[in-house]
């Protein structure tokens, strides 16, 4: 089946202790994607990837870091989190083709006390 | 800078009145232009997309350069509409997306 799978679903974790949200893709997807989703602001995109070793950042890029190693997979490192992190994230994938739609991920919740 | 504007955060009508979810954009280049729907804070799925021109669960979209909107409508809305509508823009060359904040639609039996 053709998914985007994020793991841990939901993670507790504290201040300043290094932390890794992993994200797979399996339909050979060049572009991957973070998110995080805060009520009343939406979606805000942290960091992209348009291919291998290729990563740039999005609106909301402080806090965070990436990698796209391998084509299948974009892990989000957050090396200090803090409490203002709190929030649930998506990964997302898509073709890079005009018209192809993203790809989302099951979600990751995390809480930073 | 690229923008989405959806500038009703709640939108609730009665079942089977027509619904018109709105998005504003602002975009220099040719966006890529896309509706999602989130049920009670699961994934995002693509509802439509203005490439394609379709028609998913009766929900359509046209997307109109001159006025810069993307509105998203149902003739009748059904209680199972009930939902978080996102309207997200594709930027060209660089692939940023941008999202709006989101419309909760409540469909009122």
């Known amino acids: ?19 890794t949200v992993t994200c797979s893709q399996n339909m050979n997807h060049e572009y991957m994607s973070w998110y995080r989703q805060d009520p009343g602001l939406g979606l805000r995109q942290i ?3 348009m291919n291998v070793e290729v990563t740039d950042k999005g609106d909301v890029p402080e806090g965070y870091k990436v990698s796209r190693k391998e084509k299948r997979n974009f892990p989000l490192i957050l090396e200090s989190p803090s409490p203002n ?4 994230y998506f990964c997302a994938s898509r073709l890079q083709e005009l018209g192809s739609p993203l790809h ?7 809480t930073v006390t | 800078a690229q923008r989405v504007t ?3 955060k709640l939108l609730s009508v009665f079942k ?3 619904v018109e979810l709105k998005c504003n954009y ?4 040719s966006p890529e232009l896309f509706w999602y729907v989130q049920y009670s804070r699961q994934r995002l799925q693509l509802l439509l997309r203005h490439i394609s021109r379709e028609s998913i669960k009766g929900f359509t979209a046209d997307l109109n350069k001159g006025e810069t909107s993307f509105h998203l409508k149902k003739p ?5 509409d009930s939902a978080m509508y996102y309207c997200a823009l594709f930027s060209g060359g660089y692939q940023k997306v941008t999202f709006g904040i989101g419309t909760k639609l409540q469909v009122i039996p």
Not at chain 1, 2 to 16: D, E, K, M, S
Not at chain 1, 104 to 110: E, H, I, K, Q, V
């Open chain 2, 16 to 18: 089977g009145a027509p």
């Open chain 1, 1 to 19: 089946e053709a998914q985007v799978t994020q793991n841990p679903r939901y993670l507790i974790t504290v201040t300043g202790k290094k932390l």
């Open chain 1, 104 to 110: 989302f991920g099951n979600g990751t919740r995390l």
């Open chain 1, 47 to 49: 960091y992209y990837s």
């Open chain 2, 76 to 80: 009748f809305a059904q209680e199972e």
């Open chain 2, 26 to 29: 602002s975009y220099s280049g």
């Open chain 1, 85 to 88: 992190q709190t929030s649930l």
């Open chain 2, 6 to 8: 959806q500038p009703e």
